[in-house]
């Protein structure tokens, strides 16, 4: 479901590498999934950033984009505390788990299509393993992303932020900006956006 020694996109394993020389003390890894395995609610992100899960170990820890994630996670119920600073900041997930399209930190925060493709493998698995009953996608790269870890066409489910697709099975999709410095600094997603979607959240897994 995640390997933490896995080389097999030669850009995204040379620039481990180099970030690994320049900064010792970071993890420069592929980074795991964060939280319990039977939890009932999936986030998807695109892929670790330079100084935040790349530098951590752990999703959307330390970075900005992680300052509203788990704020919200939080004012709805699904972690123990607030803010998420270093792996042992004693941050506990509730009926919530974290994880990224692309495991590993991307040059320019942009991993390749083939990166995604190639990455997509350990996203199936984990959906396999985790069956949650619903997934949040953190952008479209996240939406499409997990559509195609489950076999199915994105161009059946159109990205946009608070929609909502029925995949079958008992399980949702739903679509959120990524929570990224860019689209809140611009305002195209907002705090009130994002805590609308999660009340929504948690009154569908109440």
Do not use: W
Request: with cysteine; aromatic share 8%.
């Amino acid at each position: 479901m995640f390997d933490p020694h896995c080389r097999q996109c030669p850009r995204l394993a040379q620039h481990l590498d180099e970030v690994r020389t320049n900064f010792p003390a970071y993890h420069a890894a592929p980074v795991p999934p964060f939280g319990p395995e039977n939890a009932r609610l999936l986030i998807v992100g695109l892929a670790p950033g330079m100084h935040g899960a790349n530098a951590t170990g752990r999703p959307f820890t330390g970075d900005y984009a992680g300052i509203l994630l788990y704020r919200t996670l939080h004012a709805y119920g699904f972690s123990n505390q607030a803010e998420a600073v270093a792996r042992d900041d004693g941050l506990t997930l509730l009926d919530c788990r974290i994880t990224n399209a692309v495991k590993c930190l991307p040059p320019q925060n942009k991993p390749t299509p083939a990166e995604i493709r190639g990455c997509n493998r350990f996203l199936a698995q984990e959906i396999e393993v985790v069956a949650p009953e619903l997934i949040l996608a953190l952008g479209r790269i996240a939406h499409d992303a997990v559509l195609r870890a489950l076999g199915l066409r994105p161009a059946r489910y159109p990205f946009g932020h608070g929609a909502e697709h029925d995949l079958g099975q008992g399980r949702l999709l739903f679509d959120s900006y990524h929570c990224s410095r860019y689209n809140t600094q611009t305002g195209r997603l907002t705090r009130t956006m994002f805590e609308e979607l999660f009340r929504e959240i948690r009154a569908r897994l109440s």
